[in-house]
């Protein structure tokens, strides 16, 4: 349910945090929106140096962020402790070691941290250093995250990524040399031009390390991207459903074999550790606080994203207000429908109780035909098969949706 108007937002994300449970867990995103490069493929909330231009900068935004951090911090009174804190982009390691650390300050001198709390930033690898993981080490964060998308130089130029080849796998092995136990690497897969060979070699760089984390997303082509007009011009091939199924099936073959386990369908670790739990929170719908240009919140069932561009996110802000760009008051059949799309993702999967009597016997069908299991007896739940996990969005949404 949407509602307009700016004290109408104000107001609902007041209820929200006042209602909340002072016992459940609490994330805080944290969004760094600039780049050295725009990546052909991306659509996130990014800018470059070039596309800002004067109207804001490292520092504006982090000023800005810190009086969003203090919004946060009076409206979530009493202080909940925080349990995972996630700094994304962007590039956040184009802030440097102390710029990282400054913004970890910012949250501590205002959020109470849970003592296990997990404390990742995402980096590129080109922008990293031994030096520079010192310092996050000794500073509290807990873990990194490492775009490397792929080991084929071809590759990295058709998505138009700036770090090389080996960087990725070097700036992993600096990571755990420094002392970080939980480290991942992305890996994006299906690229026009990738072959399977090329994604062999990815995943043995992957393997040829001690990280314990990967991710690994199929490509997927936004409208208004670089990539999107390549292919729409016949320059490059779009992807195809059945190539990127194979790939996947290589992907979770080789990373089983290389001792990692699934937990979400584009996620494995080595161990329950190793799992993200600033992830898991939002599968879990848990509750976050989004800060910055274009972060997206969730508190208590009121869902909100922010005012996108820097600048103006910061003149919302000077002017008293919450930033938000749009929101939304979630009613109980959407919680339930995210609740059933989001947690059947995950390998510990989706309570059978939780699901309606005209759900269920359509998920049953689906353990018919095999991409569904039964898993459990007192606490049954229903956990995709590894046929399951290639078609996971059509089999949640035709359990939420007949015909």
């Known amino acids: 349910m949407k509602v307009e108007g700016e004290q109408a937002v104000d107001s609902a ?43 804001s900068s490292p520092e504006s935004w982090r000023h800005a962020v810190e009086r969003e951090l203090d919004a946060a911090a009076r409206l979530l009174n009493p202080v909940r402790p925080v349990s995972t804190i996630f700094v994304g982009g962007g590039t956040p390691s184009l802030l440097g070691s102390d710029g990282l650390c400054r913004l970890l300050d910012a949250v ?17 690898p080109e922008s990293t250093s031994p030096e520079f993981f ?36 070097a700036a992993a092995r600096e990571a755990t040399a420094a002392g970080f136990e939980h480290v991942n690497l992305d890996l994006i897969y299906g690229t026009p031009g990738e072959t399977d060979a090329d994604l062999h070699a990815s995943v043995d760089a992957v393997l040829s390390t001690d990280v314990d984390h990967v991710s690994a997303y199929a ?39 290389g001792g990692f386990d699934w937990y979400e369908v584009s996620n494995w670790s080595r161990t329950d550790a190793g799992r993200c739990r600033h992830n898991l929170a939002y599968w879990y719908s848990h509750d976050w606080w989004g800060i910055g240009p274009g972060a997206h919140s ?24 919450l930033p938000v760009g749009g929101h939304e008051v979630l009613t109980d059949e959407d919680r339930h429908v995210e609740s059933v799309m ?14 309606t009597a005209e759900e269920f016997p359509r998920a049953a069908g689906f353990v018919d035909d095999g991409l569904l299991e ?15 996990r290639l078609l996971a969005d059509r089999v949640v949404r035709e359990i939420l949706y007949a015909g």
């Open 13 to 55: 994300v007041e209820v929200a945090c006042a209602a909340i449970d002072p016992a459940a867990p609490l994330g805080l995103y944290l969004h760094v929106p600039f780049c050295a490069t725009r990546c052909g493929y991306c659509d996130f909330n990014t800018y470059t140096a070039g596309e800002l231009g004067t109207s």
């Open 108 to 124: 501590r001198s205002r959020f109470a941290l849970t003592d296990d709390a997990e404390v990742t930033t995402e980096s590129n």
């Open 134 to 169: 010192d310092g996050l080490l000794s500073a509290g964060f807990t873990r990194i995250s490492l775009g490397m998308q792929s080991a084929a130089p071809h590759v990295l130029a058709t998505l138009d990524r700036t770090h090389t080849p080996g960087r990725a796998v």
């Open 219 to 257: 490509l997927i082509v936004e409208d208004g991207t670089a990539l999107a007009r390549r292919i729409r011009s016949g320059e490059l091939p779009a992807p195809d459903d059945d190539v990127l199924a194979d790939r996947f099936q290589i992907l979770d073959n080789r990373l089983r074999a």
């Open 298 to 321: 969730h508190v208590n069932g009121v869902r909100w994203s922010n005012q996108k561009h820097p600048a103006r996110y910061a003149d919302v802000l000077d002017g008293g207000r």
């Open 342 to 355: 989001l947690t059947a993702r995950c390998r510990d999967g989706l309570p059978v109780d939780r699901l």
């Open 374 to 388: 039964f898993v459990g007896s007192v606490d049954a739940r229903l956990v995709l098969t590894d046929a399951g």
